[in-house]
C-alpha cells in the first residue's frame, strides 16, 4: 500500500470511527471497511465505460450508430 493509500484509509477509517461514536476495539473493522471502500472508489474510477463510446450498443447489435456526425 503506498503512502498517499495509507494516509486515505486512515482518513476514512477515522470518519468511520466518528460515524460510530467512538467505540472501543473496532479499529481492525474500521480500517478494513475503509480499505474496502477506498479499493471499491479505485476500481470504479479505472472501469472504462463503454456507452461512452457506443461500443456496447454496436457490440450488441452488429450495427454502428446512425446518428448525424457534423
Known sequence: MTEENEARVRQ???AI???QGHPE???T???RQAEAEIAQA???VQL???LASGA???ALTGKRSTKARG
Do not use: D, F, S
Open 17 to 19: 470511527w466518528e460515524a
Open 25 to 27: 476495539g473496532l479499529a
Open 29 to 31: 473493522e474500521h480500517w
Open 42 to 44: 479505485q476500481a470504479a
Open 56 to 58: 456496447a450498443a454496436q
Open 12 to 14: 476514512r477509517a477515522h
Open 48 to 50: 472504462p465505460n463503454p
